[in-house]
């Protein structure tokens, strides 16, 4: 089902120029609301940027308020977007807890809900990513590297964020695949980089300096990855025999480190603005009262090498997507392992 | 009747006394502060407590109060043996200390400030507040003094909160109350009222002990006065017996022969500073000259304009009209940094708050204002800085165990003494002082004099600005006299008497 | 009266008066924490780990230095770790735009000082107190920065010159070392051995004092704020340097771990107390506690927690040694 409704999906992309609309007996809803839970972030002015690019092509407007990561803002503004009628409305909740109330009025208001991101009590369907497939698939591709290049040597520098689940689990799916290829892979240092670039590098630092047998960096996002390389870099090592992964690929940062680091070879991509198109597409079907899993997965891929290249166009200063590589790509239908396991 | 007898018929009808203290010993590492001392206090009496600082004068009041523990000695209150353990303890056994620096809460009302261990509650357990105002006025009403017992403690003159303190003590029902030095910062007028309030006191049988060292204060209204002298019990007498240099000889242990030298002779007749027409918020229309080598005094009640003539005239505040020359040269642009160039300063009357560097060495504090002349190229030539310094703590006999100490360990009149060789080293002509030997003991007090009357026959000009009638009278060449922000009277140092002075000073 | 009664005078050099017992505290108890992390890690004392540390010693004592000033005259400077991640982006900026590290380099620092200066009027013309002003230009600055730039800004020229700033070497001491021991040195010499540095002391302990004195008290303060915002528009450079890219994200805390180093050394922060040895020391502490926790792979959450222990023990220690020579 899954994989006939993405095939469809990218069959009508291709045909745009044809057709201007998929051949489809759906209703289009012509507002959708979206409340970002923080739109400073790289992360989701992409998926704003997929959100508007794909909402352009069924003839729908998408209109976005920022939560700015408090709770009581988001529920504001969501109630705003009920109140103004808007055909489906679209969350990025701020935490979980605090939307539960709103997803209730949403119903009794009978106003449709796609969730992005993170799931919450009572909803319909959300749209998101899997942390541990991402992790683990860039931990196959990592492993194969590392047979190849780095003499079927692990010893993995994990610079991650012990705070959210999510980055827990992408750091789990890295080991866990990169176990698969080479079983004695070893994670030498768990860090907690903060997920920003001036923390991870003083960590790295300081983990670096005391294990000089690490040979692969793991980040849990970009800033976490290049505060690893930084770090290294400025120890005043060679990048040789050096594997560098990252996990996001939400802005330039990382195409910058693909292009001029030997060492910055995979990055665990996530595409935002495919999580964007995505929740259109939910958004419609919710519209249309149509059948939903709870968790529509958004896919992710390891892009290799210059890989980078086979999805985005780069000009130096803006970088777009590459619809038909994006949307050609199959997500699981379901995630290996999820917040849930943690526990 | 034998001697014997009468003693024995005496001890069994009197009451106890109220408070006696017996052998107090009190160390701190390093200082022996209190030794061997003795107090006792009858009921309805005024026993005044007096002593140069550090004599340990707080020290035995502070074990009085429950501030520190006694190392030696005996309390009896009452009659009865006991120790005083915390500053509530005191005031549970009856003994009311109101402070200089007063401990009231200053957002709250004066009544809640006065029951605020004790609020009576009605029967729901909340605060009685009619009961509270009611209560409140009553025990004004005792001591004979009128306030709004529903304003904020803060926004009190200093005065009224010290009656708000004796009400407290009336609270309490203490039979002890002691004041610690409370007229330093009070008008003579406010004076005159506290000592009604304390006659009211005693009246009710209580017993009052008055820290204080101002001997016409103390001549006024003590009963009975004990001085102590560097940590060690001095003298307790009937206030009839001693004389004013009776006293001051038992506080400094030396006799003072002249409290006002005078080694100068005429003024040279050169204008040092010249006061034209000055105006601000507080003053109007100022005019004065003053000559080099001469003390010109300004006297003036609380809120005459001395110390905001003192600081519109050193360019600290600004003035609105009219011109200040230095020498000759104009203080033009109006402020301190220009001021200080010209050579004029201000020995301040406040201390602490405008003189003092109270965390910073004495040497810091007394180079400040010079310590450009020790520096080239912006680097300090710290040999010359300290010996320049100890030149001025040798000739000042200013007593610091080293150049080093932090000054705010230095006694109210050594701390002057640094503050005026902060003047000279920089080499003023003229100096301003506002009330220069304010919260200082009597035998500094004689070397600050000593040392503005040898300003003065130095050449230098001298502007003294002073509520304290003697100062004024024995160390001014002229005096004038003000009022309201204006200048009101002017006398030479043959017409000024204290009568005249206090006829111009009231508006 | 107890307070009169002379205590023996402590130290009879320039030092013993500035300096305090505190610093034997910190002295010893970085002795303790080195040789302790060093017995249960022997990396600890790696070379690679000591030049690690120094570095990241180096980027906070650069600020430090200019901090310790402030606190001395009283005031405070809270934005220092906003205004670090905007003149990285800033520099980054102007790099790419003029392909110049110099100017670049020029350009963040005169960001930082005229941070600084928005600061210091702010506090000195317009009277609102320090802690209060620098809370909103921080606020100002780190929305400020997001509207600048929403991305990091990335090293477009590729200048290596601009990475040798963070990540070069002289020999083998880190160029970030280098800086931050000359700014160090220079500023100790001014504090301790002029006239500027002393009035600085003089503002901080009274400026009514100060100003009757005929000293220039609101250009000091000016000063000593335009100082550590140029101080942080080296550390700024640094930092972007390291990451080879203008962060907007980057200095989050920055501005407590400063102060807390500050503090730790024994500055005052009510004015007119503080010595730069202290602030070197408070810096290494807080560092070394950093590194230590790393590479004992403790949990990372004690890199918060451990300095807040060490800052309220060394000050309440301080506390305890003032009342004894009190009395």
């Known amino acids: 089902m899954q994989k006939i409704l993405f095939a469809m999906l990218a069959a009508g992309t291709a045909l745009v120029a044809v057709s201007a609309v998929p051949a489809s007996a759906q209703d289009t809803p012509k507002r959708i609301g979206y409340v970002v839970n923080y739109a400073t972030h790289e992360w989701y002015q992409n998926v704003i940027k997929g959100m508007k690019d794909h909402a352009a092509e069924i003839g729908a407007t998408v209109e976005v308020k920022d939560a700015n990561l408090d709770v009581a803002k988001q529920v504001s503004a969501a109630e705003d977007f009920i109140a103004q009628g808007v055909d489906v409305l679209i969350l990025t909740p701020v935490n979980e807890e605090g939307v539960v109330p709103l997803l209730r009025r949403a119903k009794a208001a009978g106003m449709p809900v796609v969730l992005e991101g993170n799931p919450v009590k009572g909803m319909t369907t959300m749209v998101a990513i899997c942390d541990y497939d991402t992790g683990y698939d860039a931990g196959v591709a990592a492993g194969k590297y590392a047979k190849e290049n780095l003499g079927g040597v692990a010893k993995v520098m994990n610079v991650g964020l012990p705070l959210l689940s999510a980055t827990v689990l992408r750091s789990q799916g890295f080991m866990d695949g990169i176990q698969t290829e080479i079983p004695d892979a070893v994670m030498v240092h768990d860090l907690d980089g903060g997920g920003n670039p001036d923390r991870a590098l003083e960590v790295s630092t300081a983990a670096l300096a005391q294990n000089d047998d690490i040979n692969i960096i793991y980040g849990i996002n970009d800033s976490s990855s290049l505060g690893g390389l930084q770090a290294w870099k400025a120890a005043g090592k060679s990048q040789d025999g050096l594997l560098v992964v990252g996990t996001g690929g939400e802005g330039l940062a990382f195409i910058n480190a693909m292009e001029n680091e030997p060492s910055y070879r995979i990055e665990a991509a996530m595409f935002p603005e495919k999580n964007g198109y995505t929740a259109i597409d939910a958004a419609v079907k919710v519209f249309n009262n149509e059948e939903v899993p709870p968790h529509i997965v958004s896919p992710t891929a390891p892009m290799i090498g210059d890989e980078w290249s086979k999805y985005y166009d780069y000009d130096g200063t803006t970088r777009s997507i590459k619809w038909d590589a994006v949307n050609a790509l199959v997500p699981p239908a379901k995630c290996t392992k999820t917040a849930a396991d943690l526990k | ?507 | 009266m107890v307070s009169e009664v002379s205590a023996p005078p402590k130290s009879a050099s320039l030092v013993g008066a500035l300096v305090g017992n505190n610093q034997i505290v910190l002295v010893a108890a970085l002795v303790v924490i080195c040789v302790g992390i060093s017995l249960a890690v022997p990396q600890f004392y790696s070379s690679a780990n000591i030049i690690a540390i120094l570095r990241q010693v180096a980027m906070v004592l650069i600020v430090a230095c200019g901090m310790t000033m402030l606190l001395i005259t009283a005031e405070v400077d809270l934005s220092v770790g906003a205004s670090l991640a905007f003149v990285g982006v800033v520099a980054m900026d102007v790099i790419n735009v003029t392909d110049s590290v110099f100017l670049g380099a020029l350009a963040g620092i005169a960001f930082g000082a005229l941070v600084g200066l928005v600061n210091g009027l702010i506090v000195t013309r317009l009277k609102v107190n320090s802690l209060i002003a620098t809370i909103g230009t921080m606020m100002i600055l780190q929305g400020g920065v997001f509207l600048y730039s929403r991305e990091a800004i990335q090293n477009h020229h590729h200048l290596p010159s601009f990475v040798d700033i963070g990540a070069g070497y002289v020999g083998p001491v880190p160029i970030p070392v280098i800086v931050a021991a000359v700014i160090f040195i220079a500023s100790y010499v001014v504090l301790r051995h002029t006239t500027l540095g002393r009035y600085l002391f003089a503002v901080g302990a009274n400026e009514k004092t100060a100003r009757l004195s005929g000293l220039r008290t609101t250009w000091l303060k000016l000063f000593a704020f335009v100082l550590t915002g140029a101080l942080v528009g080296v550390a700024g450079l640094i930092l972007g340097s390291l990451m080879n890219a203008g962060q907007p994200t980057a200095g989050r805390g920055f501005e407590l771990t400063v102060i807390a180093a500050v503090i730790l050394g024994g500055t005052s922060l009510s004015g007119g107390r503080g010595t730069l040895i202290g602030t070197l020391l408070g810096v290494f502490v807080l560092k070394v506690i950093d590194d230590g926790i790393i590479v004992l792979q403790w949990n990372q959450d004690l890199q918060m927690i451990v300095p807040g222990v060490v800052l309220i023990a060394a000050i309440y220690l301080d506390i305890l040694r003032r009342r004894a020579d009190a009395r």
């Open chain 2, 1 to 507: 009747m034998p001697a014997e007898a009468a003693t024995a018929a005496v001890a069994e009808t009197a009451a106890p006394l109220p408070l006696e203290m017996t052998g107090i010993g009190k160390h701190f590492p390093g200082v022996i502060a209190l030794d061997n001392v003795d107090l006792s206090l009858e009921a309805g009496k005024v026993h005044a407590l007096m002593g140069e600082n550090g004599a340990g004068k707080s020290t035995l009041i502070k074990i009085l109060a429950g501030v520190y523990g006694k190392d030696t000695g005996t309390i009896r209150i009452a009659g009865r043996e006991t120790s005083i353990a915390s500053p509530g303890d005191a005031l549970r056994q009856g003994i009311k200390v109101v402070f200089q620096e007063i401990a009231l809460i200053s957002e709250f009302t004066v009544a809640e400030n006065i029951f605020l261990e004790q609020y009576p509650t009605g029967r729901s357990g909340s605060i009685n507040w009619k009961k509270i105002r009611q209560d409140a006025r009553a025990l004004f009403e005792r001591i004979g003094f009128d306030v709004d017992t529903n304003a904020r403690t803060g926004a009190l003159p200093i005065s009224q909160q010290q009656m708000v303190e004796i009400a407290r003590a009336l609270a309490h029902e203490a039979r002890i109350v002691v004041m610690d030095e409370p007229t330093s910062s009070l008008t003579p007028a406010e004076v005159a009222l506290l000592f009604t309030v304390i006659r009211r006191l005693t009246a009710l049988g209580i017993a009052v002990i008055y820290v204080s060292h101002k001997l016409d204060e103390v001549f006024e209204i003590a009963d009975t006065v004990t001085v102590l002298r560097d940590g060690r019990h001095i003298s307790t007498r009937p206030i009839g017996e001693h004389t004013h240099d009776t006293l001051i000889q038992d506080m400094i242990g030396r006799q003072i022969d002249d409290l006002f030298p005078r080694s100068r002779g005429q003024a040279s007749g050169k204008v040092a500073l010249s006061v034209k027409g000055v105006a601000t918020e507080k003053l109007r229309d100022v005019t004065f000259d003053v000559y080099a080598g001469e003390v010109l005094g300004f006297f003036g009640l609380m809120g005459a304009g001395r110390t905001e003539l003192a600081k519109a005239i050193v360019g600290f505040d600004p003035i609105d009209k009219g011109t200040i020359e230095i020498g000759g040269r104009p203080l033009h642009p109006h402020d301190t940094r220009t001021a200080v160039s010209l050579g004029i300063g201000l020995l301040t009357e406040d201390r602490k708050g405008e003189g003092l560097m109270l965390d910073l060495p004495v040497v810091y504090n007394l180079s400040l204002a010079a310590l450009g002349s020790f520096a080239r190229g912006g680097f300090i030539d710290e040999t010359a800085e300290r010996e320049a310094a100890q030149g001025y703590v040798d000739r000042f006999r200013i007593r610091t165990p080293s150049l080093f100490q932090e000054i705010k360990n230095l006694s109210g009149g050594n701390q002057q003494k640094v503050l005026l060789a902060r003047w000279l080293l920089r080499g003023l002509s003229v100096i301003v002082v506002d009330e220069p030997t304010r919260g200082i003991d009597v035998g500094a007090k004689q070397e600050i004099f000593a040392l503005i009357d040898q300003l003065a026959a130095d050449g230098h000009a001298i502007v003294m600005m002073t509520s304290e009638m003697p100062e004024l009278l024995g160390l001014s060449d002229r005096v004038m006299v003000m009022g309201e922000g204006r200048i009101t009277g002017s006398f030479s140092r043959d017409e000024a008497t204290q009568e005249k002075i206090l006829n111009a000073a009231i508006v």
